[in-house]
């Protein structure tokens, strides 16, 4: 899908083809709508392309017709009624007098800016157009690593209450999508630093309040990342700690009653042999199968005292 929007008179517009200062927003594009808009605005298809390959690393390209700068945002991705966190490139294409986006799905990173929610947003104004995506992604970055801790600790009282498998695969899915935040947002930081260093974009003296919100917030998104990612990490390591140690208890309780059992269980496996009853201790009593068993109650409970004094079933 091909959207063009222009600002005018304060408010945002959509229009219905490209015209100068207007802002072209393509979500999951065709071939069709790729080549239209190579074409129109003269920069190479693999340009536009290059967003719809969701393994692509943040970058920056520049040509002679065009600049690129290719980000990693935010995303959230539904499996069986669960919100999974990852991320997906998204590619900011400024020619002399046009801004395209392209993403491969539709996201709440631009949804502001189309209904005209953000302030000081004109599409005309290319470099404070950049930097307002870049400051949108990292606090959407932030937005979404708090849900995500919020989640780690629901998970977390649930696991004090029982210890079960489907809890700790949910803290692993949401360290996974840690390691995916983690990972985008030290490929954008270096994107940034590139960006900021060098005059790929112009930087205008209006735009420096904003310049380093984008710095402050990214840089405190990636603090937010790894403190998060160590917590987990520490986390799964102490339950995975707790249920192994569950584990060896159940293993103790079980060897334990096993000795205790094996205990009658050999005295009647004598008094079960086909010999002479004459060799065998109460065959010929008439109590002699209570006072069989009694001996190996007696036994077996001696058995189980000695264990108690050795505080085994600690």
């Known amino acids: 899908m091909t959207k063009f929007f222009v600002s005018e008179d304060g408010t945002v517009k959509s229009v219905d083809a490209r015209c100068p200062g207007c802002w072209i927003s393509m979500t999951a594009p065709n071939d069709d709508e790729i080549k239209a808009v190579a074409a129109d605005c003269a920069i190479e298809p693999d340009a536009l392309k290059a967003a719809l390959d969701i393994d692509e690393r943040s970058r920056i390209e520049v040509d002679d017709n065009y600049t690129m700068i290719l ?78 801790d919020r989640k780690s600790e629901e998970v977390e ?4 209450r029982s210890t079960k498998n489907h809890e700790l695969i949910e803290l ?18 270096s994107v940034m630093e590139k960006l900021f260093r060098s005059e790929i974009i112009k930087k205008y003296p209006e735009d420096s309040e ?15 990342a790894n403190i998060y990612s160590g917590i987990l990490s ?48 109460f065959a010929q009593s008439p109590y002699g199968f209570a006072i069989i068993i009694a001996l190996s109650l007696l036994m077996s409970a001696l058995v189980i005292f000695l264990f108690i004094k050795l505080k085994m079933f600690k």
């Open 234 to 281: 520490g986390t799964m390591d102490a339950f995975a700690s707790v249920i192994s140690n569950n584990l060896n208890i159940v293993m103790k309780v079980l060897a334990i009653i096993t000795i205790v059992l094996s205990i009658p269980t050999m005295i009647f496996s004598a008094y079960g042999m086909n010999v002479n009853i004459a060799g065998m201790p």
């Open 71 to 148: 980000t990693n945002i935010p995303t959230v991705e539904t499996d069986n009624d669960k919100e999974l966190y990852s991320t997906i490139p998204l590619a900011v294409i400024i020619t002399h007098d046009t801004v395209i986006t392209v993403c491969s799905e539709t996201t709440p990173l631009l949804r502001p800016f189309e209904d005209g929610k953000i302030k000081d947003f004109h599409t005309q104004m290319k470099s404070r157009f950049v930097l307002q995506i870049l400051y949108r992604s990292a606090r959407l970055y932030l937005e979404y690593l708090r849900i995500i």
């Open 210 to 224: 904003l310049l380093d919100d984008v710095i402050v917030e990214n840089k405190q998104a990636i603090e937010m």
């Open 157 to 160: 009282n649930k696991l004090h």
């Open 172 to 189: 692993l899915k949401l360290e996974k999508s840690l390691v995916y935040f983690t990972t985008a947002l030290r490929s954008n930081e």
